[in-house]
């Protein structure tokens, strides 16, 4: 069994013929997100993919921005899963999580972008086998307001997905 250091997961083992799943936590502009790196028995990861994971992994913070422009401009539009989203978690919301998720006061100063600013990066998973569907990205309110999450994915190139979906 070999053994390569991984930046984001520390020391992995490469034991071929196995499902695996590497857990860490990263810290991406000042909040805590958490890594999964999900390998199936039949994908075939060395070392080299190990530090492809580590090398996309780099460019996480552009691959955010995007998806959060492709969130900013659903919000936009009628019966999209970010508007749904949006709509169903405000629509009767209590002062106290108005005050404690968004930071604002009054329900009139939910605008998209103090929605937009709220919504964190959660969990990212990583699935080097399926180069269509390397990222799984996990977009939430806060696990401590809601358990549904905007979920987004990108190939192994970066490529986001035009799809973005809610669940649960």
Not at 24 to 38: F, I, K, R, Y
Not at 45 to 62: C, G, M, N, S, T
Not at 73 to 98: D, K, M, V, W
Request: hydrophobic content about 40%; glycine content about 6%.
């Amino acid at each position: 069994m070999n053994k390569v250091a991984s930046q984001h997961f520390g020391e992995v083992e490469l034991n071929h013929g196995r499902d695996h799943n590497f857990s860490a936590t990263h810290e991406l502009a000042g909040h805590p997100v958490e890594l999964d790196l999900n390998v199936n028995a039949h994908d075939r990861f060395d070392e080299a993919a190990l530090h492809k994971v580590d090398y996309r992994l780099r460019f996480l913070p552009e691959l955010v921005d995007q998806v959060r422009e492709m969130i900013a401009a659903e919000l936009e539009e009628e019966g999209t899963s970010p508007q749904e989203y949006r709509h169903f978690h405000c629509n009767a919301i209590n002062a106290e999580h108005l005050k404690k998720v968004f930071g604002v006061a009054d329900k009139n100063q939910l605008t998209d972008e103090v929605f937009l600013k709220a919504l964190k990066l959660g969990h990212v998973g990583i699935y080097p086998g399926q180069p269509e569907r390397y990222f799984v990205l996990d977009f939430t309110l806060g696990a401590h307001f809601t358990d549904e999450v905007l979920v987004a994915s990108a190939d192994e190139d970066g490529v986001v997905d035009d799809e973005i979906l809610w669940e649960s």
